[in-house]
DNA sequence: CGAACTGTTAACCATTTAGTGAACTGTAGC
DNA sequence: GCTACAGTTCACTAAATGGTTAACAGTTCG
């Protein structure tokens, strides 16, 4: 899942309706915003949007109303300050090796 | 740069290779691990973290010696827990109000 | 009912991506 | 000098991506 999470977010249209969404849930004329691209172009990013397990999609009369399924979001997010983790860890071990060296 | 970066991660490969070299730099040969491809898609893989500025690369002899840039994949971790935070607080919204109606 | 509105699907196109094998460049070491 | 080694570049393919317009499906409302 976090294969296709990080998919999901390396366009940046769909990282701006993340964007949004991470406010609260919104409509797809709502998220559709003021990109420079028509209603099939955002319909196609919503839906790898959804498949990837990002958003959810709630069918209200004519409206679809969107929201972000944090979970998965949390997955990559996770990954992310995981590596952080490891390589500020070594940034710290070169870090002491400097120090001792200047002594 | 942030649009690089996540292009740069959305390949699984590619996260392996990150995940190499967050413990540390590693010769091309040593992130080459046991991913089922050829060295030329390596080469492929490692020349778009190079350029989306996620990895350096420093030639030692016949060696290329590979480090992570890790200011570039901190721009990337920031976006992803400042979205964090926003969708967190909305979720504490939602819960004091669910609290609020219990009562 | 019929028109306007919200959104998706279909068919198509151009570009990018991920991979391949073969050939090449440069370094190491006998 | 020659061979082995580390790695890249080239030329090519197949599939995926991101976009378009035109047509469609369902909902709302006068």
């Given at each position: 899942m976090?294969?296709?999470?990080f998919k999901a977010l390396s366009h940046p249209?769909?990282?701006q309706i993340v964007e949004r969404l991470a406010a609260g849930p919104a409509t797809v004329g709502e998220v559709t915003g003021d990109f420079g691209?028509?209603?099939?172009?955002?319909?196609?990013?919503?839906?790898v949007?959804?498949?990837?397990?990002v958003v959810t999609r709630v069918?209200?009369?004519?409206n679809h109303v969107l929201s972000l399924r944090t979970e998965t979001l949390d997955e990559a997010t996770d990954w992310m300050v995981r590596q952080r983790e490891i390589w500020t860890r070594l940034f710290d071990v070169v870090e002491d090796h400097l120090k001792?060296?200047?002594?």
């Open positions: 976090v294969n296709s999470s249209i769909r990282r691209v028509s209603k099939p172009a955002i319909s196609k990013h919503l839906k949007l959804e498949e990837s397990g069918i209200d009369g004519r001792e060296e200047q002594r």
